[in-house]
């Protein structure tokens, strides 16, 4: 089992669509949550951390379910400037990130 | 506050070649974590560095290497380069305390594209 797990997509919304993302991860040690954002040939951008009882940052929501090992992001009102994939990441005490393959969105018009 | 900057931008080396690939970390940040990209995959762990000594390492051979300064600028130093070795290497600098952290943010610097022919 991959260490972090993500479905690739893409997902395809047009403009103002409520679109969520899921990962799970299989270490129970993980102690820390992320989701990055990626645009092509780019460096991952930190997104937002997860917290356990879940944040939202203006359109986008985080939640993280530790029982079930799994993160999810929610980005209501898509923009086209969304489009990118979405990195799901996981830490643990030693503070190195395990990314998951990521997520493609494409917000079309 | 200075981000994360990373030289050079691309490189194409030939296979049994080395290379070295720079880091300097974002103010303030005394960690430095080095990760390979391969295209159409996430961000692999190679390794991390905290006031100059390796914390952490991931699957990657002896070939690959690495140092931090005392300024926590870092360098990623690769032997014998193999075909496999090309990807977009990204270095990512963080505030964190190193082994025994319960985990922190991770800013990274723009990647070095390493082309192995």
């Known amino acids: 089992r991959k260490e972090v797990e993500q479905d690739p997509g893409p997902f395809n919304v047009p403009e103002g669509a409520t679109v969520a993302f899921n990962c799970t991860y299989s270490?129970?040690?993980?102690?820390?949550f992320f989701w990055y954002r990626q645009d092509c040939r780019k460096e991952p951008k930190l997104l937002m951390s997860v917290y356990s009882s879940g944040n939202e940052d203006g359109r986008f929501t985080a939640q993280l379910n530790r029982a079930s090992q799994y993160i999810s992001l929610l980005i209501r009102d898509s923009k086209l400037s969304d489009s990118a994939t979405y990195l799901c990441?996981?830490?643990?005490?030693?503070?190195?990130?395990?990314f998951g393959k990521g997520t493609m969105l494409l917000v079309s018009p | 506050e200075t981000g994360v900057t990373q030289s050079p931008t691309h490189l194409i080396k030939t296979r049994g070649q080395q290379v070295t690939l720079r880091c300097s970390s974002q103010s303030g940040h005394n960690t430095v974590s080095w990760y390979q990209q391969a295209l159409g995959q996430g961000p692999q762990f190679i390794f991390q560095y905290y006031r100059e000594e390796e914390n952490g390492r991931g699957n990657f051979p002896p070939r690959f290497s690495g140092l931090q300064f005392p300024n926590y600028s870092s360098e990623l130093n690769v032997n014998a380069l193999e075909l496999d070795d090309s990807a977009l290497y990204l270095c990512a600098s963080s505030s964190g305390l190193g082994q025994g952290s319960s985990g922190y943010e991770q800013y990274f610097g723009p990647g070095t594209r390493l082309t192995v022919t």
């Open positions: 270490n129970s040690a993980s102690q820390s």
């Open positions: 990441v996981v830490s643990t005490g030693y503070s190195t990130l395990t």
